[in-house]
């Protein structure tokens, strides 16, 4: 893991950067400037910002350039910034809206958030909680990471598709589900052969997906899912994977009171593909089933005693991960 660091010495200043991203804008803050400046959300855009990056940092050390997850509208810039081997973040937009309400910041707008992001990454990288993608792995992670979610989004439709198939009694509009259904799954077919691809391609993340193949319970969509969403999987103990996915119970107290611990937050694409690779787990897996009949045993609700054996699931696979290649389900 890269992380941003204030310069040694402090002969070259450090110099912080947010770029607050829209569909169709991107805002550009370098802290010591004066305002944010307007960007198109395309290639020119891009390639203006990196111009503007560089010589920003010719009179200081570019330390990082915060993005936030913006629903996709991001992925343009941040492999923009990475071609131009450029310190770049990308941050967690509720981390970002808290800290800025911690601070105060109640108004928003897209000069503001701005603002706030490059304020936010001075604040995380001095305290070295600021992971700064890496320009080689992380370009490839972000290409599978679209493709992963493109996947998604093509087996939401089949199986809309499917369900409505069921229903229909017209020859007519069965043959044109039947039409869409063979387009759609060819297209899964398609972005199935792309993801093997670029998982072949890295050496590391083939290893890492091949470990991950090789403990029952994993199959081919939640390792995907694993090797491009959790790249810190493997790098951080298992306190703090399980926190970053969101499976680890949160205190509820104050006083006096001792509230009923939950899971919060995390990354709901991550844990969803745990969840599932861990109900196959349950039945195929012998650690993680006896594990699972233990805690029924001793009273559990079977949702309690499944995500106790998802956080055991991730310990494990974090120690997997790193370790050479595995034959699948050895």
């Known amino acids: 893991m890269v992380t941003a660091t204030l310069v040694a010495g402090g002969s070259t200043p450090a110099l ?95 000069a503001i958030d701005a603002k706030v992001l490059a304020e936010f990454a001075r604040v995380a990288g001095a305290s070295d909680k600021l992971r700064l993608l890496d320009a080689n792995r992380d370009k490839i992670r972000l290409m599978l990471k679209e493709l992963v979610s493109r996947r998604r989004q093509l087996i939401d439709v089949a199986t809309m598709q499917k369900n409505q198939l069921h229903q229909a009694s017209m020859p007519q509009v069965k043959q044109s589900i039947q039409a869409l259904l063979e387009v759609v799954c060819a297209q899964i077919k398609a972005i199935d052969q792309e993801i093997e691809k670029q998982i072949a391609a890295d050496a590391d993340l083939q290893r890492r997906y091949e470990n991950l193949l090789s403990v029952k319970g994993i199959g081919p969509t939640v ?78 609700p079977k949702k309690v005693a499944l995500i106790a054996c998802m956080r055991s699931l991730l310990g494990y696979l974090s120690a997997v991960v790193n370790q050479p290649a595995q034959p699948k389900n050895s």
């Open 16 to 110: 912080y950067a947010g770029i607050d991203v829209s569909r169709d804008h991107l805002d550009l803050f370098v802290q010591g400037t004066r305002k944010p400046r307007r960007f198109a959300n395309d290639d020119a855009g891009v390639a203006a910002i990196a111009a503007s990056l560089a010589c920003s940092s010719s009179s200081a050390t570019l330390a990082a350039v915060a993005v936030e997850s913006t629903g996709g509208y991001e992925r343009r810039l941040l492999q923009g910034l990475l071609d131009h081997a450029l310190p770049v973040a990308h941050v967690n937009p509720l981390n970002v809206r808290h800290y800025a309400r911690a601070m105060g910041h109640l108004a928003k707008t897209d």
């Open 223 to 300: 390792a995907r899912v694993l090797v491009s969403e959790l790249p810190e999987l493997g790098t951080i103990n298992r306190k703090k994977i399980a926190s970053l996915v969101g499976v680890a119970p949160m205190n509820d107290d104050s006083g006096t009171i001792v509230g009923k611990r939950m899971i919060k937050g995390g990354r709901h694409t991550v844990r969803t593909a745990l969840y599932m690779g861990t109900l196959v787990a349950t039945r195929y897996n012998d650690v993680v089933r006896a594990k699972y009949q233990a805690l029924l045993a001793r009273g559990k």
